[in-house]
């Protein structure tokens, strides 16, 4: 049985799944029965100064008849006193000692403020403190969340407050609202920050209602912009988690968020180098009980690859995300239809035809119907010659492993870009000069 | 008055209660969810009126119920019949791709329904007549395949009226396909909104005997031809003149046109045939109440002309199936109503000309089965008023046409369905008026360009 408790910051965790600070992390009924039910640890809602909150809330975005791919809100931080939160966070860690707590706070730019609200969140017990520099909507106009979180100075100054009092580790979230939010995780560190947590929310309009022209959520037939969470914004995510993961003047631990939903997501973030991972929009959809299958999935996972702990996969697929001229420009592979798999359904041919290189024939379809005997097997042909290896017939293809991608070997060394242009004596890059005048620079 | 089986007008509802119900939002967009949007898809080409099927599913789930009524309905005027009526399974549906996976198809033919009920229950006309062109058709016959010879040549701008000598329009769709899967009153809604595209329907009106067809030939440009078939053929048994002895027809078109409970239908009933029209007679003597019901076919099931899903129906409903039995004669009681039916075993042999094993009665072998009924459901009869029309050619009783323009050998007349293929599905009569549709238009535009350059 694989050791899937993890060690975040010198705090170690039963397990790396924890429960996103937001609606489910807003009372200590909800954490205790998350608790019961096997997350790890919980980041209470946001504490700071109560708030008053609107309806509606929440907006979604369906796919076909699947619920909430994507959802929005425009909800703030908790609506309830600071003192009721860290009491209940006090009960909650006389009753789970070995769950983790975490105190996300968010209060107005001050270092006295802040000073005083890390020194009540340790009081309560917290494991760990989050400091909310990513709330995109509402708070931010307000001068805190995002707002802080989008100026690097004033995310190192503030990180910087809080380690002058704070006795736990720090964690900073992270918008994702800016153009690199490495950068931000490295001003984080440079306040002192023990480690960062991200993506929060992305600035979103979840959509419009066509009869009454009102976005969603509508408060009244008005909205503002929201927070954009859930499965649909997961590969932002990671590759938001692999940037700060790979960026060298970070190199403190990451809590991953974004669309997890289930043990394979949270892989994916460990992977890519999130030591736990936070989940909010799947359990406000299916409620706790989905922790159940992350633990056993993960212990699964665990066990028939032979590692013997989670920590044992952080970080594993973080060299393997690289720059896009160090990949091997000789490295050939060609789709194949499995005629016997192979449904008849075109998809691959249309997607091809229209959508990429025009390498797969389809002969038109005969009119034919069952009543005039068997329908002739219809099975386009990839012109394997013509065919550039970009995967989209095997991504449209809906029959598993009906399409695959096969190495073509080519003879060739392998050379990126990189190399093709050291051999050459040229830059990879691409000047500015280069650029704007649209030629080779002088002297080429 | 027939003693039968009772049942109460609730029970009776209820068994004759759509076989296939209306689908909800909910499930309109579940099933249509499944659909891949595959093109050149299968299901079209599967299709007698190729109707886009992928694309009038795509508009289902972006909402537009009304552009996916019309994309249905632009292809085929009877969208809604063919959606509840159609053998799917051996047409769209046995061709979706998802049936090569080991899936369930697309649920095509309710998805159609629910779309084109969309547009009905609103009484919103999609489609539109074109501009008038001054030229008449008429249509004889108000069934499926003169409605839709007769829509289609609206929207090509010619003023056409179809005659009917029933008295409601509609044809077998109205009085002939099982109650439970479609009402008369589902059939007659879509006339209506066919008539709303400017179709003229005189029922009631018999060619030949209330309009001469000389009439017909002067005041119209052209004559389609959609009468279907005729009366169920005699068995070749005395049965015709005792009591309790009906066709198969009559008795699906009581259940259409009376309440069920006015419907006389025996205790203990033999349905005499093999074929679809057997099996709702069967059907729907079980769901009168007959407590026995035999299906009594020469053949084995192998040759047996209904679809699977027809005969799992029947069994479904309990229905018992005598194999290999032909009819000898019906025994009447003192009173002349059927009171037993005798039959023969029959061996098969070789392949006959229908491409079936052959059948011959083992002599010595007769049996009884005792009835109160006997419903004979063994094909229908080729109309004798073809043989009033001049120069047409018929090829054991059905009208020879041009496959490509359905123009038959009397170059003013054309035709489509039963009367043409002897006897099949309303898809393929709505196929065959669009065809003639086409194929009117196409003569008549010759002739007036003709005209023009004389």
């Given at each position: ?444 | ?37 595959c093109y050149d898809a299968p299901c ?78 609103r009484k919103i006309q999609v489609l539109?007549?074109?501009e008038a062109n001054g030229r008449r ?318």
């Amino acid at each position: 049985m694989p050791d899937l408790s993890i060690n975040f910051c010198g705090v170690r965790s039963p397990n790396p799944f924890w429960l996103a600070s937001g609606p489910p992390t807003n009372t200590s009924y909800q954490v205790m029965k998350a608790f019961d039910a096997g997350w790890g640890g919980a980041v209470w809602k946001t504490i700071g100064d109560p708030i008053i909150n609107t309806a509606s809330r929440y907006g979604s975005i369906d796919y076909k008849h699947e619920r909430m791919i994507g959802l929005n809100n425009i909800e703030l931080i908790s609506d309830r006193s600071i003192e009721t939160n860290f009491h209940e966070i006090s009960e909650v860690k006389k009753r789970f000692p070995k769950n983790t707590v975490i105190a996300s706070l968010m209060v107005e730019s001050k270092r006295e403020t802040w000073h005083d609200i890390v020194r009540r969140a340790q009081e309560s017990g917290a494991d760990l403190l989050e400091l909310n520099f990513g709330c995109p909507h509402g708070m931010s106009e307000r001068g805190m969340g995002a707002a802080v979180g989008q100026v690097p100075e004033y995310t190192t100054l503030i990180t910087s407050w809080v380690k002058e009092v704070a006795t736990i580790p720090v964690i900073v979230k992270l918008t994702p609202n800016v153009t690199d939010v490495a950068h931000m995780a490295a001003a984080a560190r440079q306040g002192g920050a023990d480690a960062v947590s991200l993506v929060n929310t992305f600035n979103s309009i979840v959509g419009i209602d066509l009869e009454s022209f009102a976005p969603r959520p509508s408060v009244g037939g008005y909205g503002s912009h929201g927070g954009y969470c859930g499965p649909s914004v997961k590969p932002i995510a990671l590759h938001m988690v692999s940037s700060v993961a790979k960026h060298p003047q970070v190199g403190i631990p990451i809590s991953g968020i974004g669309g997890v939903a289930n043990w394979q997501d949270a892989v994916e973030f460990m992977l890519l180098g999130s030591t736990s991972v936070q989940v909010c929009t799947a359990a406000m959809h299916y409620g706790f009980r989905m922790v159940e299958d992350m633990i056993d999935g993960l212990s699964q996972y665990l066990e028939d690859r032979g590692f013997a702990s989670a920590m044992d996969v952080l970080g594993k697929s973080v060299d393997r995300i690289r720059d896009w001229g160090d990949l091997d420009l000789n490295y050939k592979i060609v789709a194949r239809i499995d005629a016997e798999k192979c449904i008849g359904c075109n998809l691959c041919y249309i997607a091809c035809e229209d959508g990429a290189h025009q390498c797969i024939t389809a002969a038109e379809r005969p009119h034919g119907d069952l009543r005039h005997g068997e329908l002739a097997k219809h099975v386009p042909r990839i012109v394997e010659d013509e065919c550039v290896g970009c995967n989209l017939c095997a991504l449209v293809c809906p029959v598993p492993g009906c399409i695959t991608m096969e190495r073509i070997d080519t003879g060739r060394p392998p050379m990126s870009w990189r190399q093709l242009q050291e051999a050459r004596g040229k830059s990879p890059q691409c000047s500015m000069e280069e650029l704007l005048a649209g030629q080779p620079a002088a002297g080429d | 008055m027939h003693t039968g089986p009772k049942l109460t007008p609730e029970q009776l509802e209820e068994n004759f209660a759509d076989i296939n119900p209306p689908l909800t939002p909910s499930l309109a967009l579940e099933a249509g969810s499944r659909c891949l949007f595959c093109y050149d898809a299968p299901c079209i080409k599967a299709c007698p009126t190729e109707i886009n099927i992928p694309q009038f599913i795509r508009q289902i789930l972006t909402q537009n119920l009304v552009g996916s009524a019309r994309t249905i309905l632009s292809a085929n005027v009877l969208g809604h019949s063919c959606g509840r009526v159609c053998p799917t399974s051996v047409l769209c549906e046995g061709a979706c791709v998802l049936n090569a996976e080991g899936k369930k198809p697309v649920e095509i033919g309710r998805l159609q329904r629910y779309a084109v009920d969309h547009v009905l229950d609103r009484k919103i006309q999609v489609l539109r007549a074109g501009e008038a062109n001054g030229r008449r058709v008429a249509l004889i016959g108000a069934g499926p395949a003169s409605l839709s010879c007769a829509a289609e040549l609206r929207r090509l701008g010619y003023s056409t009226v179809i005659f009917d000598a029933k008295p409601e329009p509609g044809g077998l769709n109205t009085y002939g396909i099982a109650a439970y899967k479609m009402r008369a009153a589902d059939s007659i809604r879509e006339v209506e909104m066919i008539r709303g595209l400017g179709v003229e329907i005189r029922c009631g009106v018999q060619i030949g005997r209330d309009v001469s067809l000389a009439q017909l030939e002067r005041e119209y440009d052209a004559i389609f031809i959609g009468v279907g078939l005729g009366q169920t053929e005699d068995l070749s048994i005395d049965a015709e003149n005792i009591r309790r002895c009906v066709d198969a027809l009559s008795f699906i078109e009581k259940t259409k046109t009376k309440g069920f409970d006015h419907v006389q239908v025996g205790t203990k009933v033999a349905v005499i045939g093999g074929g679809n029209t057997a099996i709702d007679a069967a059907t729907a003597a079980r769901r009168l109440g007959a407590e026995v019901v035999y299906m009594i076919y020469r053949r084995s099931r192998e040759e047996m002309s209904a679809f699977d899903y027809e005969y799992e129906l029947a069994n479904t409903d309990g229905v018992s199936f005598v194999w290999q039995a032909a009819p000898v004669r019906v025994i009447p009681d003192a009173r002349g109503r059927a009171q037993a039916l005798e039959c023969v075993r029959t061996e098969l042999g070789p392949p006959d000309s229908s491409g079936r094993r052959s059948f011959q009665p083992i002599p010595g072998s007769e049996f009884q089965i005792e009835v109160d009924m006997v419903i004979k459901a063994v094909g229908q009869k080729k109309l004798a008023f073809l043989r009033e029309i001049p120069g047409l050619t018929l090829d054991r009783g059905k009208v020879v046409v041009n496959a490509d323009t359905m123009q038959t050998s009397n170059p003013k007349y054309f035709s489509g369905g039963d009367c043409v293929n002897g006897g099949g599905e309303v898809v393929d009569a709505v196929a065959h008026g669009k065809r003639a549709a086409k194929g009117i238009h196409a003569m008549l535009e010759s002739q007036r360009r003709g005209v023009a350059h004389a």
